[in-house]
């Protein structure tokens, strides 16, 4: 069974989870509304104000403080797109807030295996697939998947990409300001 959502029923799906949140990024380039001012300010190397992220990072505390885990491996290309350097960034924060983000260089990804997808998978059971407006990168909708084919895959690339990519400073020590 597959369903489409948007907006708060999208949001919703980072408060119903039990367990686990775990998501795989392979884009270059995202378009949230809420990230275009800040990373306006830091690309061009004014001070950025971080108050837009306390929401999410209060939400991961609450997750963590429960016992929930929540990660991600971002798949980037080197050198360094904006993007991902705005990514590399924010992380920070993030890993702070108690979300465990790894990164892995994309020609290491493709070697494994590992799809060209943007999704969420939650408590090893449902994906939110990701479709995003390829001329401007903003979100269009999720998909939620929930079969048990489908799962299993997904599955076995978290934890691939779990097993190989490497924590945001190791990460940066390897490829410094790629």
């Known amino acids: 069974?597959?369903?489409?959502?948007?907006?708060?029923?999208?949001?919703?799906?980072?408060?119903s989870f039990d367990h686990t949140a775990f998501r795989l990024e392979s884009r270059e380039?995202?378009?949230?509304a809420n990230e275009r001012e800040p990373i306006r300010s830091f690309l061009t190397g004014e001070t950025v104000d971080m108050d837009w992220m306390h929401p999410w990072c209060d939400l991961i505390q609450s997750h963590v403080a429960e016992g929930r885990?929540?990660?991600?491996?971002?798949?980037v290309s080197v050198p360094f797109s904006d993007y991902t350097r705005w990514g590399l960034h924010l992380s920070r924060i993030n890993i702070a807030a108690g979300e465990d983000?790894?990164?892995l260089e994309r020609k290491k990804a493709e070697g494994l295996g590992l799809p060209d997808?943007?999704?969420?998978?939650?408590d090893s059971n449902r994906i939110a697939q990701m479709k995003f407006n390829e001329s401007d990168s903003t979100l269009?909708?999720?998909e939620i998947i929930d079969d048990p084919a489908i799962v299993v895959?997904?599955?076995?690339?978290?934890?691939?990409?779990?097993?190989?990519a490497i924590p945001r400073?190791?990460?940066l020590r390897e490829y410094g300001d790629a």
Do not use: K
């Open 1 to 15: 069974m597959s369903s489409l959502v948007t907006g708060s029923d999208f949001g919703r799906l980072f408060t």
């Open 29 to 32: 380039r995202y378009n949230p």
């Open 69 to 75: 885990r929540v990660e991600r491996v971002r798949i």
């Open 101 to 103: 983000i790894r990164y």
């Open 117 to 122: 997808i943007d999704a969420w998978l939650f």
């Open 140 to 142: 269009i909708h999720a």
């Open 153 to 164: 895959q997904h599955c076995h690339w978290r934890d691939v990409a779990m097993h190989y």
């Open 169 to 171: 400073d190791e990460f």
